[in-house]
């Protein structure tokens, strides 16, 4: 069966190739990105779309049903420890504003579609670096926002039930991007794959799980 699926940040790294793969197999695919000029997008459409600023996304909300909603876009700044002069206010608010309230931002603007949807999703790419039982120092800015990420699709997963929508939060593991660097264990390949895996596997019966790509659970 055809989903109807939006990927957030879907110009380059883990969100192009689900693009690719979920285009692939013969879903409808729209991916979002702050500046999508000169973007050879594999999927359907690539709308301009900046999550942090939700006047930007209003036209998120037009076209029909929507199947699954992927919260892919994120930063990554300051990777020091506490001593690290990268961790500026601005980095703060800019991985902050990105990487939770974008994912806020993003759930709300396209909310109507997917209430529309029989069996909608939301899938939010957290980081097993947001969980607290694995929190070895550095990188404080980026793990605190996962884990804010986290909280945000479970409480989102208990608010949104009553409406038929399961969300679902995921580590999509160490992965040979731009972000994850050359020396990442997965490639974007298997991550993707096993990310759409899960994505599909997401129902209200499991609503509120956050897991690895390879559907291993991660304590929060």
Request: glycine share 14%; hydrophobic share 45%.
């Amino acid at each position: 069966m055809v989903k109807t699926i939006l990927i957030t940040g879907a110009n380059r790294g883990i969100g192009a190739e689900l693009a690719r793969q979920a285009a692939a197999r013969g879903d409808k695919v729209t991916g979002t990105a702050r500046d999508p000029a000169g973007v050879d997008f594999p999927g359907g459409q690539l709308l301009q779309a900046d999550v942090t600023d939700p006047a930007t996304l209003r036209h998120l909300d037009q076209g029909g049903p929507l199947d699954l909603l992927i919260c892919n876009a994120g930063q990554y700044l300051a990777r020091g420890g506490i001593d690290d002069p990268a961790h500026t206010a601005e980095a703060w608010q800019n991985v902050l504003m990105t990487n939770v309230a974008g994912v806020f931002f993003t759930i709300r603007a396209v909310l109507p579609r997917l209430r529309r949807t029989p069996g909608a999703k939301v899938a939010v790419i957290s980081s097993i670096m947001g969980s607290s039982a694995r929190a070895p120092g550095g990188s404080a800015i980026y793990r605190a926002s996962k884990a804010a990420a986290t909280n945000l699709a479970c409480n989102l997963a208990a608010e949104l039930g009553g409406d038929g929508i399961a969300v679902g939060a995921y580590h999509p593991g160490w992965v040979q991007t731009d972000m994850g660097g050359d020396q990442a264990p997965v490639t974007l390949q298997d991550s993707a794959a096993g990310l759409l895996a899960r994505f599909d596997a997401l129902e209200l019966g499991t609503t509120g799980v956050f897991e690895d790509y390879q559907g291993t659970s991660v304590a929060f």
